[in-house]
């Protein structure tokens, strides 16, 4: 299984004041931290490496997390240092913990898919980069993708159109010549590098059916709490 890269290093400000004092890797959702529901499903679907792109308290997340042998994968660590690198330099920076290929997924997203075959996608159609994508019509937020068989047309992080019926479901393969043009240690968003991809025919889509969690609202914690309640017997 590819290494998966957490981006975590957000500072949450839409969840003031819950977030605080503690960094929103670590909110506590029906007894545990997020980041455990995290790994937990990183390792049941068969993920063996995981880096946390991390920054804001990052050692309070790096001091309870530990080298990950608890939770059946290996975790290395990329902090941003005194510059917040954003998601894109954040990738950039942690290239040397992550190989030729690799899944990001966001920091307070939960995700209940089958891995594997977005891997397998992933290779089969030969693009250099890949997003998942779900038939979102604006239930959860702004749909923001427009997909056609396997390819993203179009994607706009900011902006949503009549044609966008599909959203970025939170999970992306990359390959990391992709990044290595950029230079080490200056803001970059992921977002922007997608918009650019999708415009020349670079990002390949894959949809999938099961809907996106996420703890970046208060909404999205009660549904993501509801969620755990529901499935407790077999997570």
């Given amino acids: 299984m590819l290494p998966v890269a957490i981006l975590a290093g957000g500072l949450a400000t839409r969840l003031h004041p819950l977030t605080d ?44 997390v530990g080298d990950g042998r608890r939770y059946g994968v290996e975790i290395d660590y990329s902090h941003d240092g005194l510059v917040r690198l954003g998601t894109g330099g954040a990738i950039r920076k ?25 891997e397998k996608n992933f290779y089969s159609i030969g693009k250099p ?7 979102n019509n604006g239930a959860y937020d702004s749909s923001n993708v427009v997909f056609d068989r396997n390819h ?8 949503s159109h009549i044609e966008m019926t599909h959203i970025d479901y939170g999970l992306s393969v990359f390959n990391s010549s992709l990044f290595e043009k950029y230079p080490i240690g200056s803001p970059l968003d992921i977002g922007d590098i997608c918009t650019d991809l999708s415009n020349s025919g670079l990002l390949a889509g894959y949809e999938v059916h099961e809907r996106f969690y996420e703890i970046g609202s208060r909404k999205g914690i009660e549904d993501f709490s509801d969620y755990i309640e529901r499935n407790r017997d077999v997570l």
């Fill in 21 to 64: 004092e503690t960094p929103k890797a670590l909110i506590e959702i029906c007894g545990r931290p997020f980041i455990e529901w995290q790994l937990q499903l990183l390792s049941k679907e068969g993920t063996k490496k995981v880096v946390l792109c991390v920054a804001h308290k990052s050692e309070m997340i790096q001091d309870f």
């Fill in 94 to 118: 942690a290239l040397p913990l992550l190989g030729e290929a690799f899944m990001v997924l966001y920091g307070d997203s939960y995700l209940p898919i089958d891995y594997g075959t977005v």
């Fill in 129 to 135: 980069a890949m997003m998942t994508v779900y038939q």
């Fill in 152 to 159: 993203v047309l179009k994607y706009s992080k900011g902006s």
